[in-house]
C-alpha cells in the first residue's frame, strides 16, 4: 500500500507488434522442437509395440503394417509445423522486421521534427510577449487617496475640552462606515479621547512624547508625513483630528468628507476655513433635525482641484 509504484513503461503500438510477433516465433520453435521429439519417441515406440510386442500385427493397409501410415502422417504434420515455422517466417522475418524498424525511425523523427517546431514556436511567442511588455507601460501602483473626515459647525467649531459638541447619530454612522478597515491618522489628544481603540481600524498616532505606550496594533510616529507612510499600504488612509493635525494635513489631503452642522457653538478646537480655489464641492446631502439629531446637517464631500 504504501511502497513504490512500479513504473509502467509506455510501448509504441508498432514496437508492441514487433515484440508479441518474436514471443510467437520463439513459442512455435519451442513446440517444433517438442514435436520433433514426440514423433522420433512415438515412431520408435510404434515399431517396437508392432515388431517386438506385436500388437496389431495382422492389421495392415494396402500390404503395408498399419504403423508405417501412422508415422507417416505423423511426419506430415511434422513437416507442416516446419513450414508454419520456418517458411512463414520468411514472410514475416528480417526484410519484415526492417521494414517496421524503418516505419518506427520515420514516425520519431516525424515527432523530433514536430517538437522543434512547437519549440521554435514557443520561444517566438516568448519573445514577442517580452517585446511587448517593453512596449507596454508597467501598470503603476494606485496612490493612496488621503481622506481629511471631519465634523464642524458652521463657524467652523469641532470640538471643546477633547470632547464633541454634538451628538449626532447618522454621522457616527457614517464615520464608521467610510473608515472601517482603513488606517486613521490622529493627534494623540485625539486618541487619548477614546475609551479604547476603535474597532476594525490601524491606529496611527502622532504624538511628540517619547516612549508613549499604547495597546497592541496601535503605530505610534512623531510626525505627520511619517504617519502617511506608515499607510502608504493602504488605499484610502483618514485623517481624524485634531486641529492642528487638520490644519497640517489640508496642504497634503486628496479628499474632504465634511459633516456641515448647521449652527455655530463655543469651541476651543476649530477647523481650518476650506479655499473654495483649491477645493471643489461633489457632493451635498442634507438631514433635517429629528428625534435623533438635534440639530441640521449635511453631509458634503470635496476634492482638490486639478
Known amino acids: 500500500m504504501f511502497g513504490k509504484r512500479k513504473h509502467t513503461p509506455q510501448i509504441d503500438k508498432d514496437q508492441l507488434e514487433i515484440l508479441e510477433n518474436a514471443q510467437r516465433r520463439v513459442k512455435q520453435k519451442k513446440r517444433l522442437y517438442l514435436h520433433f521429439v514426440l514423433f522420433l519417441i512415438g515412431s520408435v515406440f510404434l515399431i ?3 515388431t517386438f510386442l506385436g500388437i496389431g500385427k495382422d492389421i495392415t493397409f494396402f ?21 508454419n515455422v520456418f517458411v512463414t517466417h520468411k514472410f514475416m522475418g528480417k526484410a519484415w522486421e526492417q521494414k ?3 516505419k518506427l525511425v520515420s514516425k520519431q523523427q516525424e515527432r523530433i521534427e514536430k517538437l522543434k517546431a512547437n519549440l521554435v514556436q514557443e520561444e517566438t511567442l ?5 517585446d511587448l511588455a517593453e512596449i507596454q507601460p508597467k501598470p503603476t501602483k494606485k496612490k493612496s487617496e488621503l481622506t481629511i473626515i471631519v465634523a464642524a459647525a458652521e463657524n467652523n467649531a469641532i470640538g471643546k475640552g477633547n470632547q464633541l459638541i454634538w451628538h449626532l447619530s447618522d454621522d457616527l454612522k457614517r464615520f464608521k462606515a467610510l473608515t472601517n478597515a482603513h488606517h ?3 493627534g494623540r489628544k485625539t486618541f487619548e479621547s477614546f475609551p479604547k481603540p476603535l474597532p476594525n481600524r490601524t491606529h496611527v498616532v502622532i504624538t511628540r512624547q517619547a516612549d508613549y505606550k499604547v495597546p497592541d496594533g ?23 483630528g485634531g486641529g492642528q493635525i487638520y490644519e ?21 478646537t476649530f477647523f481650518p476655513e476650506i479655499d473654495h480655489s483649491i477645493w471643489k464641492e461633489t457632493q451635498n446631502t442634507f438631514h433635517q433635525k429629528d428625534d435623533n439629531h438635534d440639530f441640521e446637517f449635511s453631509f458634503i464631500t470635496y476634492e482638490r482641484k486639478l
Not at 504403423?67 to 505423423?74: K, N, P, Y
Not at 516568448?126 to 517580452?130: A, I
Request: no cysteine; net charge negative; hydrophobic share 55%.
Open 48 to 50: 517396437i509395440a508392432n
Open 63 to 83: 500390404g503395408k503394417e498399419w504403423f508405417v501410415f501412422a508415422i507417416i502422417i505423423w511426419f506430415f504434420l511434422l513437416i507442416y509445423h516446419v513450414f
Open 248 to 268: 497640517q494635513a489640508l496642504n497634503l489631503a486628496d479628499k474632504i468628507e465634511l459633516t456641515r452642522v448647521h449652527h455655530d457653538f463655543e469651541a476651543d
Open 100 to 102: 517496421q524498424l524503418e
Open 218 to 240: 496601535v503605530i505610534v510616529v512623531n510626525n505627520l508625513e511619517d504617519a502617511i507612510d506608515a499607510s502608504r499600504n493602504d488605499v484610502q488612509p483618514f485623517i481624524i
Open 184 to 186: 486613521i491618522i490622529m
Open 126 to 130: 516568448k519573445l514577442e510577449r517580452e
